[in-house]
């Protein structure tokens, strides 16, 4: 089975940005202030049908989380932005 690691991006707006995903993201990164980046694996060859919707979205630190969405959520990793000035989390919901 071949496989690709696939890069996605989320942009820091307070907004649930969702993307069709095989597998968890592998890992996470900043290169831009106003957006977080992951990376995950793609298998070539599974069938489309076989993605799975995720929801993501970018919170700072000690910023709250939005009280609309659902409680279950989980924290995929930090990253450094603004000369390490601000701390971005890429957390998932449900």
Known sequence: MAARIYRYEVPVDDAVHTFDLHG???AVGCRRDDVVEFWAIHH???AP???IS????VVG???P???DLAATRWHWGAVYAADDQIV???VEVW
Request: hydrophobic share 25%; charged share 25%.
């Open 24 to 26: 968890d993201p592998q």
């Open 44 to 46: 070539d060859d599974e």
């Open 49 to 51: 049908g076989s993605y």
């Open 54 to 57: 995720r929801r993501f979205l």
């Open 61 to 63: 630190t000690g910023h």
């Open 65 to 67: 989380l939005p009280s």
């Open 88 to 90: 971005w989390h890429l």
